[in-house]
């Protein structure tokens, strides 16, 4: 049986996480607690910190600590699953990596890239396992565009573009996995309370959905990106001192990564993933992000080119699963949620960081 705890209700993904656990038979969650966050959000609307932490605590697990280290101490879990806020992840894995306790902590891997390599030379000091969880990773059409794509079903792939967003974590009709109810109406005075429209929380666009778009890239192309330029802007969150819209690219040689992210558009009207163009063809996704998202392949000359049916196993449901059947059958963990890939994935992010900050082109 894997001992699990949680740290941190910041980030929603907090209510889905705490369902996999719990309803894995390898896992037993004994208990949760929090870090102490920088921010005076005292607001217990649905999705908020107080209100994921009320909802894990009412429905998965009971056994709350006031103190993450007492915690630790005591109930000497196997994992941790670390869903702070970015600004604390930081000082959860040292803490965790200190007593020898193996991590998952929720994407970004940390708040910017010296954080991450810190974090990589603690954790191979002391020998523990860290990953990190992208929740896109277990979407069966992301592993299928992967799958085509490595089979060769366009060529060599030449251009990522990857477009996401919603009205904001917190925004109108936003909605979560993990949680059958959207999100409770807020006030902008109740939303710029809140760490996610906080930079030094660790809130805003490029940490939240930037991160995605250097995920991808890191992914479909690899480690090779020779220079990102990024523009962000505050369109639509006054209330906030972070970015809500942004726009990313990454280059390569002969490869291009186009990303784009936003809190102002409704989710409806995104598209449900990236797209790659190849020398030979192009993979879309198709519907919404909430409209059955699968993907298609077109050959150059716009015919729809049959992909098989991929299947994929259970142990790449979400990161639970992943990591349960790592440690029952000594399986090797994806390649992209090694802390060795996700410091690449942080050194794109933090290039585009510096980049809006600004106004240049940073070079690799």
């Known amino acids: 049986m894997i001992k699990a705890v949680i740290i941190g209700f910041s980030h929603m ?20 607690s929090d870090a102490v966050t920088r921010s005076e959000d005292e607001n217990a609307k649905r999705y908020t910190p107080l209100w994921n932490f009320s909802n894990v605590k009412n429905n998965y697990c009971s056994n709350y600590y006031e103190d993450y280290k007492e915690m630790l101490d005591t109930e000497k879990p196997d994992i941790a699953f670390v869903l702070t806020e970015n600004a604390q992840k930081y000082e959860v894995v040292s803490e965790c990596a200190r007593r020898g306790i193996n991590l998952s902590v929720e994407k970004p891997v940390a708040m910017n890239l010296d954080e991450a390599e810190k974090m990589l030379a603690l954790v191979e000091k002391s020998k523990i396992e860290c990953y990190v969880n992208w929740p896109v990773l277990w979407r069966p059409y992301v592993l299928k565009m992967k799958k085509a ?56 666009v490029f940490l939240d959905i930037c991160c995605y778009g250097c995920f991808f890239s890191r992914w479909f ?18 209330f906030g001192n972070t970015e809500d819209d942004f726009a990313a690219i990454i280059k390569y040689d002969g ?60 142990k790449y449901k979400n990161m639970p699963a992943l990591y349960a059947d790592h440690i029952v059958n000594g399986t090797p963990m994806h390649e992209m ?28």
């Open 149 to 204: 794509l490595d089979e060769g079903y366009i060529g060599k792939p030449l251009k990522l573009r990857y477009i996401n967003g919603h009205t904001g974590p917190l925004g109108k009709g936003a909605k979560h996995r993990g949680v059958s109810e959207n999100a409770q109406e807020m006030t902008d005075t109740e939303r710029g309370e809140t760490w996610w429209h906080k930079s030094e929380n660790g809130g805003g």
């Open 255 to 314: 490869q291009m990564t186009v990303a784009e992210g936003t809190w102002i558009t409704p989710r409806a009207v995104i598209p449900s993933g990236p797209s790659l163009l190849g020398t030979d063809g192009i993979l879309v996704c198709t519907g919404g992000a909430e409209n059955a998202p699968d993907i298609k392949c077109y050959d150059i000359y716009g015919k729809e080119i049959d992909l098989p049916e991929f299947t994929f196993e259970d």
């Open 13 to 32: 993904h907090v209510n889905e996480v705490a369902l996999y656990i719990t309803e894995h038979p390898e896992y037993k969650l004994c208990a949760i």
């Open 221 to 238: 192309f690899g480690d090779g990106a020779k220079s990102v330029y990024a523009s962000g802007q505050n369109f639509n969150t006054p």
């Open 337 to 364: 949620v090694t802390l060795k890939a996700n410091v690449d994935v942080m050194k794109l992010l933090s290039a585009a960081i510096e980049s809006n900050g600004t106004g240049k082109e940073i070079l690799l």
